[in-house]
């Protein structure tokens, strides 16, 4: 069986972030209501992840989907900018983190875009 390399390189990137934001397998499969092992199966890219668990991800993490599949999501700066860490946190609060995120990815869009009229 041959995995998709945007698989790797996705999954490679949510264990990036998942990490760096301290956070362990099974929070983040509480948060995306889905079992732990279908994380491990993301993250070694064994497994295609479903778009709505992306764009969920997409929010804890402060990103758009598109960037998952960058090779090197690290550039990313507005991911360390928000990086919360999450050593305590149950998945409602990760709930809450995700939509804090995303208003304020909203934002900084809506900024950037007016600041290029």
């Known amino acids: 069986m041959t995995i998709p390399n945007s698989n790797i390189i996705i999954g490679q990137n949510i264990k990036t972030l998942r990490e760096k934001m ?14 732990r092992e279908y994380i491990g199966y993301y993250e ?13 991800l997409a929010n804890l993490f402060c990103m758009n989907e598109y960037d998952f599949y960058e090779e090197d999501v690290q550039n990313k700066n507005i991911n360390i900018a928000f990086a919360f860490r999450a050593d305590e946190l149950k998945a409602q609060d990760l709930e809450s983190i ?7 990815r909203n934002y900084i869009s809506m900024k950037k875009a007016l600041s290029n009229e």
Request: hydrophobic letters at 40%; a positive charge.
């Open 22 to 35: 301290g956070l362990t397998q099974e929070a983040l499969a509480q948060y995306l209501e889905t079992k």
């Open 44 to 56: 070694i890219g064994q497994r295609s992840i479903p778009s709505a668990q992306l764009s969920k």
């Open 98 to 104: 995700a939509q804090f995120k995303k208003i304020v």
